[in-house]
């Protein structure tokens, strides 16, 4: 098994290297971005480990570039764990992440569970009653018609709708979306909440975006 390793901070990309090595993989290391696309591009490899903060090249600009040409499974590593960069790095056809900084053990079992498991990747479509959204195109409708939506209306739609008929917090929301801390005001929560059924409720007589009141907020249908 071939694994290419992308990781521009010397210490690390030969740690994962030599660690790779070790554990029975051919492991090759590229420090910037545009040797890790060449690589990526030329060579035949059974995984790719990408780094997002690369100079010259960033890790989502490698992953962009590589899936118009390969489906090569790319676990990428993050620097934090904020959901805009995951959803980000799903949607452009990561396959897994992890947030640095991460235990080797774990880097491995995750190679190994993507190895197994093939290029296939997160649902690109949720349907959620007459609601439907397209993960890679990022395009919601509902009923057939086009919801024009901000990224973050998007972000928090897409994490309600993941977790449907789950009662998610507004400091969980506010983490996740926004990556404000618990003791941030979350009254944006709301606000955005309020602007976000307006455009996915209101105008539609079964409404799937519910308070609950003291706890936060819940998407399901109801009848
Ligand atoms: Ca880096």
Redesign the pocket.
Known sequence: MRILIV???PK?GDYLCKGLAESGFVADLARTGPDGLNLAVEQDYDLIVL????PKMDGWSILQKLREKKETPVLFLT?RDDVADRVKGLELGADDYLVKPFAFAELLARIRTLLRRGPVREAETIHLADLEIDVLKRRVTRDGARLDLTAKEFALLHLLVKRQGEVLSRSLIASQVWDMNFDSDTNVVDVAIRRLRAKVDDPFPNKLVHTVRGMGYLVEERN
Not at 51 to 54: A, F, T
């Open positions: 990781e521009d901070e690390t780094d997002v903060m690369l620097a």
